[in-house]
Nanobody
Framework: QVQLVESGGGLVQPGGSLRLSCAAS????????MGWYRQAPGKQRELVAT???????NYPDSVKGRFTISRDNAKNTVYLQMNSLKPEDTAVYYC???????????????WGKGTLVTVSS
């Protein structure tokens, strides 16, 4: 059983910063891609950032230059540094990871339960 647990959400003023963390635990034999997604009220879940096991990152234009994804493979943890936050960044942020299944070459996709980020004055 694999669990992803996010932390670091909260209330921040426009222009402020937050750092989210997501730690994977359980039967982990390896993790391929990891990422962050978000879902605002009344909207679909959308991509925020992804990072490969080798450290290659990808961002949509909406957060490029403001958000930075990173990972610590030894700790099975992915981070999201969010700077210059805007009210439209308000959403529940979810962690995602492709985890290698034991004694196989197959990966299974897992989601965390999310952490709320509210950007408001």
């Amino acid at each position: 059983q694999v669990q992803l647990v996010e932390s670091g959400g909260g209330l921040v003023q426009p222009g402020g910063s937050l750092r989210l963390s997501c730690a994977a635990s359980g039967s982990i034999f390896g993790i391929n891609g990891m990422g962050w997604y978000r879902q605002a009220p009344g909207k679909q879940r959308e991509l925020v950032a992804t990072i490969t096991s080798g450290g290659v990152t990808n961002y949509p234009d909406s957060v490029k230059g403001r958000f930075t994804i990173s990972r610590d493979n030894a700790k099975n943890t992915v981070y999201l540094q969010m700077n210059s936050l805007k009210p439209e960044d308000t959403a529940v942020y979810y962690c995602n990871a492709d985890v290698l299944q034991p004694f196989t070459t197959m990966f299974m996709n897992y989601w965390g339960k999310g952490t709320l980020v509210t950007v408001s004055s």
